[in-house]
């Protein structure tokens, strides 16, 4: 019976605090635990803006905007944008956050350990493919005069929390450091069955980077060097390099997930079956491939969930993609499942959200590169610019069918809803309610010049009295031309 109490007491506590969250005028939540933020005042709150580079080099580069984190979100979720010049090679490492990788532009390859086994995969544009956490994993831009753009999702729910997430290089030398180079040299070298002389050769000849040019016509790299071996003198340095010994190996109770012993070799020693793949294990799955789930004149949307692509399941991580002609919205609606972050692949257009008392949380502007979420059970809505299509891309926080509610147009909840009580509620008879209701015939992607931004609206408006203007003129001068 005590912990019986104790549970519910602190159930209460948990709704006082909950409650005293919001404020009665606007439903904003301020506050937070160190290193998070709440609701707030400001237009911008769910535009994700933090944005820092972890990775540059001349090679490429790594951006990561951080997600939102706070009193009741422990585990963000981060967006990463990854840059890689071509001929160019993301050197090995592992995170302590899990990524989903999301090709948009070029094409490169991916090789990771699987059930201890180096599996590589050929990626092209609209690929989506998932590393695990603790995973050691490698990308190449093979490519000669393409760069490759990559959108990523970081799943932080086994982070560290050291900072956005946690990178350890396997490969690396004065810069980046390799994990390896933490040791004593005296005892890896005596793991390696080499002299410290040579492990020194290993450990301190990579200078460029994280992300290193393949090609000696840049800044020359060990990698390089590599590319230019024949393929048994590859096999035969690594195999010097990597070597350890076959007792310390049997000394271990449990093989690990991976081996430095069987992944740097298997980077050079690759035999690619159909499709530009290595080894048992996940396939890509290719977004732009998949006819839409929903589409009309106004546009299309896709979702992925763990029934189209099982690998999402293991971080409960979902994905979509919507494109929206010039002018036309995405209706109004709730995600009742997850959290949706979203980003901007092409064009302009404007995010609207709704606080839970009915006023408006955000308006604002969105172009290319933007990023932006949307809390769960908050009502929202996309609309596109007039000048041209709006096309974004994203991560949800949940693996399973969101199954959004539409609050607006032909599949609304509004029509599910009818009846003498509904009309009631918003002080209308049935028959007005119904015929307000019946007025929209679209239903999910709706036409919305209407409320496209502001100063379209006025720059259509001005275009259409200049047509006018010069119809009715036209106009005066056919008249007096026939008196």
Same mark, same amino acid.
């Given at each position: ?30 506050? *937070? ?83 201890? =086994? ?14 695990? &956490? ?51 040299? /005296?005892?890896? &070298? ?7 002389? =040579? /492990? ?26 590599? /590319? ?22 049997? &000394? =271990? ?10 992944? /740097? ?15 048992? *294990? ?78 408006? &949380? ?25 000048? *041209? ?70 720059? %259509? ?17 056919? %008249?007096?031309?026939?008196?």
């Amino acid at each position: 019976m005590g912990k019986r109490w104790a549970l519910i007491a602190a159930t209460l506590v948990a709704l006082v605090v909950a409650v005293s969250c919001y404020d009665e005028e606007g439903g904003r939540w301020e506050g *937070g635990e160190e290193g998070g933020t709440g609701w707030r005042e400001g237009e911008d709150w769910f535009l994700l803006q933090d944005s820092k580079h972890v990775v540059r080099t001349d090679a490429g580069d790594m951006r990561v905007v951080s997600g939102f984190g706070g009193r009741f979100m422990k585990s963000p979720m981060h967006i990463g944008f990854i840059t890689m010049e071509p001929k160019t090679l993301f050197i090995p490492q592992y995170l302590d956050s899990s990524l989903i990788l999301f090709v948009r532009r070029g094409e490169g390859r991916v090789g990771h350990i699987y059930k201890d =086994e180096l599996v590589e995969r050929r990626l092209r544009m609209g690929d989506i493919y998932r590393i695990e &956490a603790g995973s050691a994993f490698y990308l190449i831009n093979p490519e000669e005069g393409q760069r490759l753009h990559i959108v990523c999702s970081i799943d932080t729910s086994q982070s560290l929390g050291f900072q956005t997430f946690q990178p350890f290089y396997i490969a690396g030398g004065m810069y980046p450091s390799s994990v390896l180079a933490g040791f004593d040299h /005296l005892t890896l &070298a005596t793991a390696f069955n080499v002299t410290e002389a =040579e /492990l020194g050769e290993m450990l301190t000849r990579q200078m460029n980077g994280p992300i290193v040019y393949l090609s000696n016509t840049h800044s020359p790299s060990i990698w390089s060097k590599f /590319l230019d071996m024949e393929q048994n003198q590859k096999l035969a340095h690594m195999r010097r390099i990597v070597r350890i010994r076959e007792d310390d190996l049997k &000394a =271990e109770e449990e093989q690990p997930t991976w081996s430095f012993r069987k992944f /740097l070799p298997s980077i050079f020693k690759r035999k690619e079956g159909k499709g530009g793949k290595t080894g048992k *294990g996940p396939d890509a799955y290719n977004i732009y491939d998949r006819k839409p789930d929903f589409q009309n004149n106004y546009g299309w949307s896709t979702a992925l969930d763990e029934s189209d692509y099982s690998p999402l399941k293991h971080d409960d991580i979902g994905v979509y993609l919507v494109n929206l002609t010039a002018g036309s919205m995405m209706a109004p609606h709730i995600n009742p499942r997850a959290i949706e972050y979203g980003i901007v692949l092409r064009g302009a257009g404007t995010i609207q959200i709704v606080y839970p008392n009915g006023s408006l &949380a955000m308006n604002a502007k969105v172009t290319e590169g933007n990023v932006f979420w949307i809390p769960r059970y908050f009502p929202f809505c996309q609309i596109a610019s007039r000048t *041209g299509p709006f096309e974004f891309f994203g991560f949800t926080t949940s693996a399973r069918n969101n199954r959004p509610q539409f609050l607006v147009g032909a599949n609304s909840l509004l029509h599910k809803l009818r009846g003498p009580e509904f009309a009631a509620a918003f002080g209308l008879s049935e028959g007005r309610l119904n015929e307000i209701i019946n007025a929209q015939r679209e239903s999910t992607i709706l036409p919305s010049a209407t409320v496209a931004p502001p100063e379209e609206a006025a720059q %259509v408006k001005l275009h259409r009295e200049e047509v006018a203007n010069v119809m009715s003129r036209f106009g005066n001068e056919m %008249v007096m031309g026939f008196d």
